[in-house]
């Protein structure tokens, strides 16, 4: 496949995905106006009213094990097609990922470093 064929479709991607936003904006402005309700700005836990503010609910702690988790979430999420065409590409290949995982690792001494991974 030629690279001028390649940016073809990706302009047809790009055309397609924002026919498709804007196809679901007119739906949405097609069906009416919204109702502002006093309860629909309130955080709710099954229904009721909740006792406290929603952001009370979860400490700031818990957030760097959200972003490790992501971090490494996407290491697998790269692996996997790396793992296809390693044997194709060979050394190359292989150290474009050692220079991504060395920038995950970079990541995880910093946490390390910063007291992130301690429990509380």
Avoid: C
């Avoid at 309130?42 to 009370?56: D, K, L, R, T, V």
């Avoid at 979430?73 to 793992?83: F, L, N, Q, R, S």
């Amino acid at each position: 496949m030629q690279p001028l064929q390649q940016y073809i479709i990706l302009f047809g991607m790009l055309v397609a995905t924002a026919g498709l936003a804007w196809m679901i904006y007119l739906i949405k402005r097609s069906l009416g106006e919204t109702v502002d309700e006093p309860g629909k700005d309130m955080p709710a836990q099954s229904g009721h009213p909740s006792p406290e503010p929603a952001w009370n609910r979860y400490h700031v702690h818990y957030y760097g094990f959200a972003l490790l988790f992501l971090a490494f979430d996407m290491e697998m999420a790269y692996m996997y097609p790396w793992a296809v065409v390693y044997k194709e590409l060979g050394l190359v290949a292989l150290l474009d990922m050692g220079f991504f995982l060395g920038i995950l690792f970079l990541g995880l001494i910093y946490t390390w470093t910063q007291s992130g991974l301690k429990r509380q």
